[in-house]
């Protein structure tokens, strides 16, 4: 079974610019989470999909970060402008519907803004 | 906001050792503590995980102990090895949030 497929792996940008993460998990998992992975520190959850509906976006800075998950399937998260703060990884998960603890990662984006 | 506190941040043990990492957590209406591992450079992936109406659980050479009325659970490493120096993650989670804690990096040494 294919895991959960995340590119870039690495980006660096400078602050002000904007840049876009592509996540495509694992197939038939209705769920699909983003979350950002400061260094020394645990995920923590920018935006929960079920299906193509947002169940918590309460953590998204919405001023300048974006997801969205077009027909149920892949998802993009943007961020626009990038500031020095955003450096870090981001991690895509996928889990089966009603299957939250059971949340499959994959390998991250590296970002680092300079 | 709802925490879940780990420690120690960092733990070198010998192989063959059994390294021990606790959490502790502020809620009582948690209903699943998850373990996951983390190697360097990739995503965490769930190692085990336990019910509060559970004292331990085992799965090959991890046990989990939880004690409900201290409000604390740990992970339990028998017979180390060097390839199991990654950072573990304890969590919790209710109404599908996942609390996680901040981490434990771990180093068996050979």
């Known amino acids: 079974e294919a895991g959960v497929a995340q590119s870039p792996r690495y980006k660096i940008i400078e602050k002000r610019q904007s840049v876009a993460f592509w996540c495509n998990p694992i197939s038939g998992h209705a769920t699909l989470y983003w979350y950002q992975q400061i260094l020394g520190q645990g995920p923590k959850l920018l935006i929960q999909f079920q299906n193509n509906g947002v169940v918590d976006d309460s953590q998204l800075p919405k001023d300048r970060f974006s997801a969205e998950r077009l027909k149920g399937v892949d998802s993009t998260l943007k961020i626009q402008p990038a500031k020095l703060e955003d450096s870090a990884v981001y991690l895509c998960a996928s889990s089966l519907e009603g299957g939250r603890y059971e949340q499959y990662f994959g390998p991250g984006t590296r970002l680092t803004v300079t | 906001q709802q925490q879940v506190k780990q420690s120690p941040q960092s733990l070198i043990v010998q192989k063959g050792g059994i390294p021990i990492i606790n959490c502790a957590y502020e809620n009582t209406a948690f209903d699943y503590f998850p373990w996951y591992q983390q190697f360097p450079g990739k995503g965490p992936a769930l190692l085990i995980a336990?019910?509060?109406d559970v004292s331990e659980k085992k799965e090959g050479r991890f046990t989990i102990s939880f004690n409900k009325s201290a409000k604390q659970f740990s992970l339990h490493i028998m017979d180390s090895q060097p390839g199991d120096s990654a950072t573990y993650f304890c969590a919790a989670i209710k109404n599908y949030q996942l609390i996680w804690g901040a981490g434990t990096k771990l180093i068996i040494k050979p």
């Open positions: 336990i019910r509060p």
